[in-house]
């Protein structure tokens, strides 16, 4: 719950200090200066914009209103300075004990219309902030984490190097943002349209991506997705180039058009969707399975060791100057496959003779 008591306070101590009046102050905000009043006697409390803006005519940080709550030494309520100095020590004592001590104020920014604000290094946003509408905002090194993000629309603000771990997208629209050295570990996104995003060098650990969620043209270069979960999502046009993609699992996905030049798949495991018409020059694979996945125009390149192929559908792929070690194929035909000038050993030559392979390219590699 809000204090609008000592927040009331807290303005007139940095009006105060800036030996402004309230006139003076009401006429930077274009406000009344009985506004002004009603807020330093607690009476009202201005919006998160207005609070914004108060912050920079008072040359003080937003989180000035909202760390802590108990009254800083120039923040005795003006009803107390009329008592006397013994009943005074006695009220200002209750209010401080610990046992009648409030929680820290969580701003609540949900349903609200957010143009052209700025609230970088903004923290204790812990509350909901669902079916807010942003645009051109900046929240550069702010504490968004555990946030419930739903039916928001976000265009073309600015989330670097900001906290938003452990957060919810639900039913979100996010265009055009920057996430650049973002911190979004375990962060969820579910039924979420994503476009046009820069996610450059984020941690995205254990990220999930699921409900129908669809990415597209959204740059993830050196960001960090090692053990996320896309599930049942799609992804189109995005660039992962030396992206870490270690352990993560992709299920009933469609992945088509995206870059992943240089990104690591060690022990990333595809099942039930489709990988077509991708980039993966110098791409990492070990360990690296694909079960009944649709393989649709791509070229492996450099070394595949300890891969697993098992009921996939082939059409224009192509193993190219590949070395394949301990690679396992159990498919009903691989004649589809294109092998040019590739070097295998002795158990994935047997796997591959048994699909009935063209062994026509395929050497047996040097023990």
């Known amino acids: 719950m809000l204090n609008t008591k000592i927040i009331g306070n807290r303005i007139a101590a940095a009006r105060k200090k800036m030996n402004m009046s309230q006139a003076q102050l009401a006429q930077r905000l274009f406000i009344s200066p009985q506004a002004v009043g009603?807020?330093?006697?607690?009476?009202?409390?201005?919006?998160?914009?207005?609070?914004?803006?108060?912050a920079e005519i008072l040359t003080v940080d937003l989180n000035y209103f909202s760390e802590g709550l108990e009254p800083m030494a120039d923040e005795i309520p003006v009803e107390l300075s009329e008592k006397e100095p013994a009943e005074l020590t006695s009220s200002v004592a209750v209010q401080s004990s610990p046992e009648v001590k409030e929680k820290k104020l969580n701003w609540d920014m949900s349903h609200g219309s957010w143009v052209d604000a700025d609230f970088s290094g903004l923290k204790n946003l812990h509350e909901k902030f669902s079916s807010a509408n942003m645009q051109r905002c900046k929240f550069i090194g702010s504490n968004l984490s555990g946030l419930l993000l739903k039916n928001n629309h976000v265009d073309?603000?600015?989330?670097?190097?900001?906290?938003?771990s452990n957060s919810q997208f639900q039913n979100s629209h996010l265009m055009s943002n920057l996430f650049n050295d973002t911190l979004l570990k375990e962060a969820e996104f579910s039924r979420s349209y994503i476009k046009g995003c820069d996610f450059s060098d984020a941690n995205l650990i254990g990220m999930r991506l699921q409900k129908s969620s669809h990415v597209e043209s959204c740059g993830f270069s050196n960001s960090d997705i090692s053990n996320g979960h896309i599930q049942n999502s799609s992804l189109a046009n995005n660039i992962f180039n030396d992206c870490c993609l270690e352990e993560t699992d992709f299920s009933e996905s469609h992945i088509k058009g995206c870059d992943?030049?240089?990104?690591?798949?060690?022990?990333?495991?595809?099942?039930?969707?489709?990988?077509?018409?991708?980039?993966?020059?110098?791409?990492?694979?070990?360990?690296?399975?694909?079960?009944?996945?649709?393989?649709?125009?791509i070229i492996f390149e450099g070394s595949l060791e300890d891969c697993y192929f098992e009921n996939c559908t082939f059409k224009r792929i192509t193993f190219q100057n590949s070395t394949l070690i301990n690679t396992f194929f159990k498919n009903n035909s691989l004649k589809r496959i294109q092998f040019i000038g590739c070097k295998v050993d002795k158990i994935t030559y047997a796997f591959l003779k048994n699909g009935k392979a063209d062994m026509a390219d395929i050497t047996l590699a040097t023990p």
């Open 38 to 54: 009603k807020w330093e006697r607690g009476e009202s409390m201005p919006d998160i914009i207005t609070l914004n803006r108060l």
């Open 156 to 164: 073309n603000c600015d989330f670097s190097s900001s906290d938003i």
């Open 260 to 297: 992943f030049s240089g990104a690591n798949f060690t022990g990333a495991k595809f099942k039930s969707g489709s990988f077509v018409d991708n980039t993966i020059e110098d791409a990492v694979w070990s360990h690296t399975s694909f079960i009944g996945i649709q393989l649709e125009d």
